[in-house]
């Protein structure tokens, strides 16, 4: 997807590395309004090439008296002025912005930590809604605060505490808030996030998954030659069900889905996605079974992320196989492979797209992203790497791809291999794995709230315990059941 095909105008998160950035994103996406985020420290020649009508600082956890504290790229700062853009600073965003144009940022006196009271002050430009003396609960989250406030920037917002909670500048479009408006726990967040963005900036609005989609198509077209074949790696989840069908709609019967079974699937996983992609969604999938593969290279592996680096190799190699085959069948070797990387999935694994993030630390290296090997012979499509799980989820239905793939909780990768505990290969873990899996999702749907639910799964734990069985005291294995909901997958309860 090229963001300048995009119909919206774009809000450029620059990232400081705060756990809450890619909220920010989220956030305002859900107002239909087109958000990126890069690195902080990404060069100008990058920002300007993406043209955005808006940039946010987002916060971070370092402090801007620190010598390695990361900033903006010199020229900033000059080229937001000259060209009409909208900047706003969150949390360290704010301090960053404060101490690059002159003013002073000190160490706190009382550090801000939590649920706070904020009060208006002024009732104009970022809160141009609210009348001075409003109050609202905010989450703050910051050792230092601005002291001395750069030329032309007014105080607008104050903490319980007489601390700064936000600064703007209007005559020169930039803005700050000293907390944090992306997070839940700041419940009038979202309403100052939309009064700015639409009131104060006038963003445009465009941001339409009808539009994802043709432009998704079309960058596929482009990609794909005419004599063009590719491969899927189908998993039976939504993510890999919702590429599938996007892609064979760009380009039809080219596409070539192969579904692997990898020993490490749920309970009948593979009759049940078989049977529901050639009876309802029509597409031309192959079955390939490397249960004995994928075991035996787990056989006494128990880092998970030795284990993901593992899968992620075999499915290549797999994925390689299946186009020599193609080769020989078709006189013509695939050249791509699709997968189903959801924007989290890079999140979590390396930096966004164009980035070079090393302000905040790589949660897990995903299957898709972290574990390919380097020599890979087939080039990646991911039309998804944009988009968040509810997004594809929107995507599908405008597809019209069946309503229980869209509603399937999300499943990892590397299969039930990250939901043992230990060696996959040992205490029959996988099968007994299996079965409670089944009967905890069964019984959420009896109770008639899977849909409510983000994800639901069980872990199969390496220790054991003791309990009664009948009338048998036992000493066996413990499974562990979670369940979590969650609007984006990027936070949960």
């Keep these: 997807m090229d963001p300048k095909a995009v119909k919206s105008d774009l809000v450029l998160i620059l990232d400081f590395g705060s756990q809450y950035t890619h909220l920010i994103t989220r956030r305002i996406r859900f107002l239909s309004i087109f958000s990126l985020c890069i690195s902080g420290t990404s060069p100008l020649s990058s920002i300007i090439s993406l043209n955005p009508k808006v940039v ?4 971070g956890p370092h402090s801007v008296h620190s010598d390695d504290s990361p900033s903006f790229a010199d020229g900033f700062v000059e080229w937001a002025l000259s060209n009409g853009v909208f900047v706003l600073g969150i949390c360290y965003g704010l301090q960053l912005i404060v101490q690059r144009l002159g003013g002073e940022v000190r160490v706190g006196e009382k550090q801000e930590y939590g649920r706070m009271e904020i009060e208006v002050e002024k009732s104009c430009g970022i ?3 609210k009348r001075v003396g409003d109050r609202q609960v905010v989450w703050m989250s910051h050792g230092d605060e601005a002291a001395t406030l750069p030329n032309g920037f007014e105080v607008v917002a104050r903490s319980q505490q007489g601390a700064v909670a936000a600064v703007e500048d209007r005559e020169r479009r930039f803005y700050g808030l000293q907390y944090h408006p992306e997070v839940t726990h700041s419940p009038k967040g979202m309403e100052t996030l939309r009064y700015f963005l639409f009131d104060v ?44 069908t996007l892609v064979h709609k760009a380009i039809g019967d080219r596409l070539h889905c192969v579904f692997v079974d990898n020993g490490l699937l749920r309970y009948k996983e593979r009759e049940r996605v078989m049977e529901t992609v050639e009876r309802d969604l029509h597409l031309p999938v192959t079955c390939v079974d490397a249960t004995d593969q994928f075991l035996s290279k787990l056989k006494g592996v128990v880092d998970p992320e030795m284990k993901r680096k593992i899968i992620g190799k075999e499915f290549i190699c797999i994925f390689d196989a299946f186009a020599q085959e193609l080769e020989h069948k078709l006189g013509k070797k695939p050249a791509f492979l699709v997968q189903g990387t959801l924007y989290p999935d890079v999140i979590e694994s390396c930096p966004p797209p164009g980035s070079g993030r090393t302000h905040s630390h790589t949660i897990k290296s995903h299957h898709n992203v972290g574990g390919l090997p380097k020599d890979m012979k087939l080039k990646l499509i991911e039309p998804l790497k944009l988009l968040f799980k509810d997004e594809v989820r929107q995507l599908g239905r405008i597809l019209r791809v069946p309503e229980p793939f869209l509603k399937r909780h999300p499943f990892p990768g590397p299969g039930l291999a990250v939901r043992v505990l230990g060696d996959v290969t040992e205490s029959n873990a996988l099968d007994i794995l299996r079965q409670v899996d089944e009967i905890f999702i069964q019984s959420i749907k009896d109770a008639g709230i899977y849909d409510s639910i983000w994800q639901a799964f069980a872990v199969f734990l390496p220790i054991k315990s003791v309990g009664v069985q009948g ?18 997958g990027m936070t949960a309860d």
């Design 56 to 59: 946010i600082l987002s916060g």
């Design 201 to 244: 900036c006038g963003v445009n609005a465009g941001w339409k998954m009808e539009d994802v989609m043709d432009e998704e198509i079309k960058v596929i077209n482009d990609m794909v030659k005419p004599d063009d074949h590719v491969i899927c790696a189908l998993s039976g989840g939504v993510d890999s069900t919702v590429a599938a």
């Design 471 to 488: 009338d048998q005291r036992t000493h066996s294995h413990v499974v562990a059941l979670r369940a979590v909901t969650s609007q984006d």
């Design 127 to 129: 809160f141009g809604g």
